[in-house]
């Protein structure tokens, strides 16, 4: 990449990372797209995406911690199989060829983008006890997780987010409000530090017999740091639904366009 569209990338990075960071998100969905348009191999692209989201979420979840909506157990419980998962994914990545990697990618984004469009609605936290229903609090909200249901859930979106160089964020935040009933509020604050677990985990799998373009990653990642930091500050104040319609339009464009692209190139 030149240096022009370094400084190009890492306006695209700073805004993209200012608002999913409001969300409990990684950015990773768009980060890989910016930079294959910027000219960037689909491999060297995954592999950058993973190293920004460890500094969006590092930020991020700083934050989020600050304000008692990291549920730091709750995560520890999740991470262990999603991170396994995801750098299985991030290895088998330099074996996949370049155009079925953005085919998959470009699957992803679809699949984002209608969970994007579906407004994600609370359950009631009161639910029964019972094997594989843990029953939490923090702060003053006292909540029961489904563990048997999340975990599988959180697993996959693991290996496919350590594939294709995203965090799974997308998929984790509604898997943890619609299947493990987990308090909206927690559930961002607590995504926010997973999907930092899961980049890392992804990136260690990309790093062993891939390469890492660091001259382009490192300034990318500071913008991340910093358009984190601001977003999560904000996270709250802004209304999200009308977020998640021009997320939604973005995902669905990009995913059409790769697709495109990738089977003009065959």
Known sequence: MS?????????????????FSMVGQGGGVLYVPVLIALGMGVHDAATTSLFVIVATSASAALI????????????LAIEP???????IGGLLANRIDAAALK???????LLAAFFMSRPVAE?????????????????DRTYTVRLPG???????????????????GIFKLPAMVLVGRVPMRIAIGTSALMVGFTALAGLS??????????????????????????????????????????FTVILFLTAAWMLVSTLLSL
Request: aromatic letters at 10%.
């Open 3 to 19: 240096a022009a569209d370094i400084v190009i990338a890492v306006a695209a990075v700073l805004a993209v990372s200012f608002v």
């Open 64 to 75: 989020f911690r600050k304000r008692r909506t990291v549920d730091w157990k709750l995560a």
């Open 81 to 87: 199989l999603t991170i396994v998962l995801a750098f």
């Open 103 to 109: 085919i998959i990618f470009a699957a992803v984004l």
């Open 123 to 139: 359950h009631d936290p009161a639910s029964p006890r019972g094997w594989g229903h843990w029953r939490r609090r923090l702060g």
């Open 150 to 168: 999340l975990m599988p859930v959180t697993g996959a979106a693991g290996f496919v987010a350590g594939m294709i160089g995203v965090a799974g």
């Open 205 to 246: 799998g990309h790093l062993i017999g891939g390469s890492f373009p660091a001259a382009t990653a490192v300034p990318l990642a500071a913008a991340a740091f910093v358009g984190g930091r601001a977003g999560s500050t904000l996270s709250g104040r802004l209304k999200v639904p009308h977020l998640r319609v021009f």
